[in-house]
């Protein structure tokens, strides 16, 4: 599986942003497709993932209520939706695909995509 993600980019708190990840190669019906990120000096965190077969959705403590993950089946692509953001929710942002939603979330990754830079402004 390959996944190329797009739509980081500068915002002010309070606004939003988008991200997109576009999969291809294997089919990704059988996996778990979700966002990480990381901050500088911080480690790698799970933000949310979506089981693509059901359609199931999961998220950290730390963005439930503010980001949201959905997928376009036609399309391969899943996205993160992300309101009301805090500058503590700046990170390069990176998809990742799991065959388990256990997996997922505890970052086992079997593949990954490119970062993708979102920064917050006070």
């Known amino acids: 599986v390959q996944l190329q993600a797009s739509g980081g980019g500068l915002v002010q708190a309070g606004g939003s942003l988008r991200l997109s990840c576009t999969a291809s190669?294997?089919?990704?019906?059988?996996?778990?497709l979700g966002w990480f990120r990381q901050a500088p000096g911080r480690e790698r965190e799970f933000v949310a993932g979506?089981?693509?077969?059901?359609?199931?959705?999961y998220y950290s403590d730390s963005v439930k209520g503010r980001f949201t993950i959905s997928r376009d089946n036609a399309k391969n692509t899943v996205y993160l939706q992300m309101d009301s953001l805090k500058p503590e929710d700046t990170a390069v942002y990176s998809c990742?695909?799991?065959?388990?939603?256990?997996?997922?979330?505890?970052?086992?990754?079997?593949?990954w995509g490119q970062g993708t830079q979102v920064t917050v402004s006070s």
């Open positions: 990742a695909a799991s065959w388990s939603s256990y997996k997922l979330q505890r970052g086992g990754v079997d593949y």
């Open positions: 190669g294997r089919t990704v019906s059988t996996y778990d």
């Open positions: 979506i089981k693509w077969s059901t359609g199931n959705t």
